[in-house]
């Protein structure tokens, strides 16, 4: 029987700055910022135009990931503030949850280098198409609700929580697959693409998509394909994308700015009918077998196959939920903890509002109350926790948890 979830299809080196308004308003300062020039879509050349982009999406409490001419860009930003290094990537930060619950994956990875030597999970497995060391490192900024920040001509203020990603990543633009990709697949319960959303190249995609599909070939009938979408640099290639793999995936998943990237307008995601329509509207769009759309109120699935999905859910929920107030530091026993807390009311609504319109199924999200909330990661954390009740990975934590009782008991004798 199939065991591995194989999770890709890039890394990355993450540089987290440590949220300091203060400093964000000297650079303002220093670099003239008015408000009405504030754009989220402004082309990064240089440390200006990265400053008035995260002051943009500050403005509208949005989150999103952007390009940047140069690393140096990226380089000369955070050296302004304190600076964690972590690794990134939907596949790493999922297998990084996977790990806490003592599930084992294999990484497909496009760039390796000591900090991800150092960093990556001893549990999981490399399958890797780098030829030699590089660091392109991604610039991660995550603000809080009420953050203000101070420009030349009045204050900008955050609506709400969230994080923005800054980066010129090479191999993960070009996102290489590796020869060994489709030896990895013939033993996956579960397969995770993502990625592409870097690449610019519409023809090196092509290629990229022919080396992918002809690898997935390989896989188990009964392999669950689990395809997360991000903000891409050129969203028009993300019908590339959809034009080659639809047809195998079977869950399709996104966040909220994704969401209302597709449909071009904003949605309100605490009214049960804008949801409703709005999930509808991007269903049509993309007729995923399970179209998958998680925010920090709730989580829902679409489609004609989603209503096996309902324990998968709740299991993702728990996890991004656990993670946002404890941090990579969570446990399997942290989860138990947060299935305690309240769910969020007007999540709840917004599920039985489309669970009543829509071939549907949802989960209202975790109330939780931290002064130190982590929201980076969270969709990533998010597909690991989907992924760990695929019945393979349910299999490997029960007997890890079962493992680690017996021991307890043990100890105590």
């Known amino acids: ?29 220093q670099h003239g910022i008015r408000r009405d020039e504030l754009n989220t879509t402004t082309p990064i050349i240089d440390e200006r135009a990265l ?72 549990s999981m497995r490399i399958v890797s198409s780098a030829t030699r060391d590089t660091l392109d490192p991604h610039l991660i900024v995550q603000y809080p609700r009420g953050a203000r920040v101070q420009v030349l001509d009045g204050v900008v203020t955050a609506p709400a929580s969230n994080r923005l990603i800054f980066a010129n990543d090479a191999p993960n633009r070009e996102m290489a697959i590796a020869e060994g990709l489709g030896d990895a697949l013939e033993n996956a319960a579960a397969f995770l693409v993502s990625g592409f959303n870097t690449m610019q190249d519409a023809d090196l995609l092509e290629a990229r998509l022919d080396d992918l599909v002809a690898a997935m070939r390989r896989l188990p009938p009964e392999a669950l394909v689990y395809y997360e979408d991000a903000g891409f640099y050129h969203r028009e290639l993300s019908a590339r994308v959809r034009a080659r793999l639809l047809d195998r995936i079977d869950v399709y998943g996104m966040n909220e700015d994704e969401l209302q990237e597709y449909l071009g307008r904003s949605v309100d995601l605490l009214s049960p009918g804008d949801v409703a329509d709005a999930l509808a509207e991007v269903h049509a769009l993309i007729p995923a077998r399970a179209l998958v759309v998680h925010t920090s109120s709730w989580a829902v699935a679409v489609g004609v196959a989603a209503g096996v999905h309902r324990v998968a859910l709740e299991s993702a929920v ?36 489309v669970e009543r319109r829509l071939p549907a199924v949802g989960v209202a999200a975790y109330v939780i109350d931290t002064a130190h909330p982590t929201t980076i990661g969270l969709g990533d954390t998010f597909v690991g926790g989907f992924l760990a009740a695929v019945p393979a990975a349910a299999r490997i934590a029960t007997a890890r948890a079962l493992d680690r009782a017996l021991d307890a008991v043990c100890a105590q004798r």
Request: hydrophobic fraction near 45%; glycine fraction near 10%.
């Open 51 to 122: 400053v008035v982009t995260v002051l943009a999406f500050l403005a509208s409490g949005g989150g999103g990931e952007r390009f940047v001419l140069t690393s140096e860009i990226v380089e000369r930003f955070a050296a302004n503030f304190d600076t964690t290094i972590t690794l990134g990537g939907t596949g790493v930060r999922a297998g990084i949850a996977l790990d806490r619950i003592g599930v084992p994956t294999v990484q497909h990875l496009v760039s390796i280098d000591d900090n991800v030597r150092r960093l990556l999970p001893a």
């Open 318 to 353: 728990r996890t991004a939920a656990t993670r946002y107030r404890l941090g990579d530091a969570c446990t399997a026993a942290d989860l138990e903890d947060t299935a305690r807390l309240p769910r969020h009311e007007g999540g709840a609504a917004v599920v039985a509002e």
């Open 1 to 29: 029987m199939a065991e591995d979830l194989v999770l890709g299809l890039g890394g990355t080196v993450d540089y987290e700055i440590r949220w300091d308004a203060e400093v964000l308003s000297a650079l303002a300062a």
